[in-house]
């Protein structure tokens, strides 16, 4: 079509020839379907499958991964298998309510002594945070309907603390420990 006085040349104007805009013998580009193209901007695509891919929006938006299910379950299984994947013999994950409030704790370490340690410490200071820790625990253990069995050592050692001779009675040894301290084995 030869330009005339009245119509821009196409590298003059904004307005392009037919033949500018037949794009379908260029290297970069590849015919899909009727009147539609796909334009590579390095070399011609070798898949018709991989262009469609690419030029043709989703004919349907792929679902999003389901939520995960946030329950009692779940939560378990999680701790379950995160604990069983660490690397410490032993551990605890607690959450506990006290008047209201929600506490947790976490404690790992291959020392059975601190794990437990640490659990009877974090569950006195929360049942109680105005009476000594070792109060709370007397208590809890007095109080409760769990018989302890202490080993003899540790009554050889109430002994020793309580100042009492070998000459002094029972008697004189539960006045020597009833004092307002307490025993502490």
């Known amino acids: 079509m030869p330009d005339g006085p009245d119509k821009p040349k196409p590298e003059e104007g904004k307005i392009l020839s037919p033949e500018e805009l037949d794009i379908s013998e260029n290297e970069h580009v590849e015919q899909i379907d009727e009147g539609r193209y796909v334009v590579s901007p390095d070399v011609r695509s070798e898949s018709t499958t991989q262009t469609r891919s690419r030029s043709e929006a ?3 938006p792929e679902p999003d991964p389901p939520e995960p299910t946030l329950d009692d379950a779940t939560v378990h299984e999680w701790l379950d298998q995160n604990m ?12 506990a309510k006290f008047d ?14 601190t794990v437990f340690e640490s659990l009877m410490l974090w569950y006195a200071r ?16 007095s109080e409760s ?26 008697a004189d040894l539960l006045a020597a420990v009833e004092g307002e301290d307490g025993v502490q084995l």
């Open 58 to 60: 989703p004919e349907s």
């Open 84 to 95: 069983t994947d660490g690397n410490s013999r032993y551990g605890f994950d607690v959450t």
């Open 100 to 113: 209201g409030s929600v506490s947790q704790q976490r404690m790992v370490s291959n020392d059975i002594i």
């Open 126 to 141: 929360q049942v109680d945070g105005s009476t000594p820790v070792e109060e709370v625990l007397g208590i809890l253990l």
């Open 145 to 170: 309907n769990v018989p302890v069995r202490y080993p003899p050592e540790s009554l050889k050692k109430l002994v020793k603390s309580s100042n009492c001779s070998p000459d002094d009675s029972i």
